[in-house]
C-alpha cells in the first residue's frame, strides 16, 4: 500500500473520529488544568560553599547533596512543625519541594509550592535553614576537619613533587632506551599532582562558612501560570495519536477502498471518469463519461449498458437517466444505443449485447466491491468501466435472484 493510500484511507477517511479523539483529548487538559488550586511559589537562595565550584560537574554534586536534604521527608516535617502548618510532609517532599543549581556557582535556589503565599514563604525559608544547619553538622560530624585535610593532601602533593625532580634528573642522564619508561612515569606522577591539585582547591573553598541563606523568600503576589494550555497540548496529542491508532486498526479490520482508480483497480476495470455531486460540473463530467464509455462500448461491441452499483435503485435509475440524456439523436437511431436502469430483465438476444458500469462512491469498502464483483461474475456480462459519484451511498450489494444488480 503506498503512502497516498495511506494517508487517505486513515486521515482522510477518518478524519471525524480523529478530530473527536483529539478535542476530548483537549477537553481533557483544560479540565484537569482548571481543577487544581492555584499555587503560588516562594524562592530562597542559599550558597553552600565559600568559593565557586571548579566546574559543571562539582557544582551539580553540591546541588544533588542539597536535593538529597530539602526533599527527605524527614526534614519537611520538622520545617512543616517549625512554621505551624498543617501539610503531609510526603506529599510536600515529593511535589512542591525542588531546587536547582544557578548554572555552576555554587548557589542554589530552594522553591515551595502552596495554595498559600505566606506557607510557601515561610516553609522555604525554614527548609533553606535546615538545609544550612544539616551541611554544618554533617561537617562538623566528619573524621577530619577540612585544615586537616588540606594538610594531608598538601604532604602529599610535596611528596610527588620531590618524586618529579628525581625523575627529572633520571632522565637527564638517561640513554635513550630508558628514555620512554622514564616519561610514562613522569606523565602518571604529572596526573597525579594535578588531581591532588584539584582536591586542594575544593578544600580551601570549604575553610570559610559551609552555607548561608544569601537571600530568604517572600510571599508572592502572584500564583503560578496555569498549567492548562500545556495539558491541552499534550491531551491534543494524545488523542491525535490514539485517533490514528483507532483509524488504522478499522481499516485493518474492515479495510476502505478511497479514490476513484483505487476503486477501478480493486475491481480490474478502467476508470470512466469522476463526477461531482451537483452543479455545472457534474454535466461536464457525465460528458466526459459518456465519450469513453462510447469508446468501451465499441470495442466490446455492446449495444447498450447497465448501470449497477451500491446504491439504492432509484439512485442507479436517476444517473443512468442523466448519462442517457448525452446520447445523441443520431446515435440513438442509427445504432439503438440505450441505457436500461438494474431493474430491467433479459428479453431478446439483442438485449443480451449489454455490457455493464459500475457507479460507486469515492470511498468504498472492500467488502462491497468484492461482493459487487462477484454481481459481475454471476452476471457474465463484460464491466465496461467505473464512474465514481461524491454523493453514491455504500450499503452492501448482492445480485437479485434473476443476475441483476440489486441492492440492500
Known amino acids: 500500500m503506498e503512502v497516498g493510500e495511506a494517508v487517505r484511507r486513515i486521515l482522510v477517511q477518518h478524519w471525524r473520529l480523529i478530530a473527536i479523539l483529539v478535542v476530548i483529548g483537549i477537553a481533557t487538559g483544560v479540565v484537569l488544568g482548571l481543577s487544581g488550586p492555584r499555587l503560588y511559589a516562594a524562592s530562597a537562595r542559599v550558597s553552600l560553599s565559600s568559593t565557586d565550584p571548579q566546574d559543571a560537574a562539582e557544582s551539580q554534586a553540591l546541588a544533588d547533596s542539597a ?150 523568600a517572600a510571599p508572592p503576589s502572584r500564583p503560578q501560570p496555569s498549567q492548562a494550555p500545556l495539558l491541552a497540548a499534550l491531551g491534543g496529542l494524545l488523542g491525535l495519536v490514539v485517533g490514528i491508532v483507532a483509524a488504522a486498526a478499522i481499516e485493518t479490520l474492515r479495510p476502505t477502498v478511497v479514490g476513484g482508480r483505487a476503486v477501478a483497480r480493486t475491481v480490474g476495470a478502467p476508470l470512466l471518469g469522476e463526477v461531482p455531486a451537483s452543479g455545472r460540473s ?73 455490457g455493464l458500469v459500475l457507479v460507486a462512491g469515492r470511498s468504498v469498502k472492500l467488502e462491497d466491491l468484492q461482493g459487487i464483483a462477484d454481481l459481475v461474475t454471476l452476471n457474465g456480462r463484460p464491466l465496461l468501466g467505473v464512474v465514481t459519484v461524491q454523493d453514491a451511498r455504500r450499503p452492501s450489494v448482492e445480485p437479485d435472484a434473476d443476475g441483476e444488480g440489486g441492492t440492500r
Open 282 to 354: 457534474r454535466h461536464t463530467a457525465l460528458g466526459r463519461v459518456w465519450n469513453r464509455l462510447a469508446v468501451a462500448m465499441q470495442s466490446a461491441g455492446v449495444s447498450s449498458v447497465e448501470v449497477v452499483g451500491a446504491a439504492q435503485r432509484g439512485q442507479l435509475q436517476a444517473f443512468a437517466g442523466e448519462l442517457g440524456s448525452h446520447v445523441d439523436a443520431a446515435q440513438r437511431d442509427g445504432h439503438a444505443v440505450r441505457v436500461p436502469t438494474p431493474s430491467g430483465s433479459r428479453g431478446t438476444s439483442g438485449d443480451d449485447a449489454r
Open 67 to 216: 536535593r538529597a536534604v530539602v526533599t527527605s521527608p524527614s526534614h519537611v516535617a520538622r520545617a512543616v512543625t517549625a512554621i505551624g502548618a498543617s501539610r503531609d510532609a510526603n506529599v510536600v517532599a515529593q511535589q512542591h519541594v525542588a531546587l536547582q543549581a544557578l548554572g555552576t556557582s555554587g548557589v542554589t535556589e530552594l522553591t515551595v509550592t502552596d495554595p498559600d503565599p505566606y506557607v510557601a514563604a515561610r516553609l522555604a525559608n525554614a527548609l533553606a535553614q535546615d538545609l544550612v544547619a544539616t551541611r554544618r553538622d554533617m561537617a562538623r560530624g566528619a573524621a577530619q576537619s577540612p585544615a586537616e585535610q588540606l594538610a594531608n593532601v598538601q604532604a602529599e602533593i610535596g611528596q610527588i613533587d620531590a618524586q618529579i625532580a628525581h625523575v627529572d634528573a633520571q632522565l637527564a642522564a638517561a640513554s635513550p632506551i630508558d628514555v620512554p619508561a622514564l616519561a610514562a612515569v613522569l606523565s602518571q606522577l604529572t596526573s597525579e599532582r594535578a588531581g591532588l591539585i584539584q582536591e586542594t582547591l575544593v578544600l580551601e573553598g570549604q575553610q570559610g562558612p559551609y552555607a548561608t541563606v544569601i537571600e530568604s
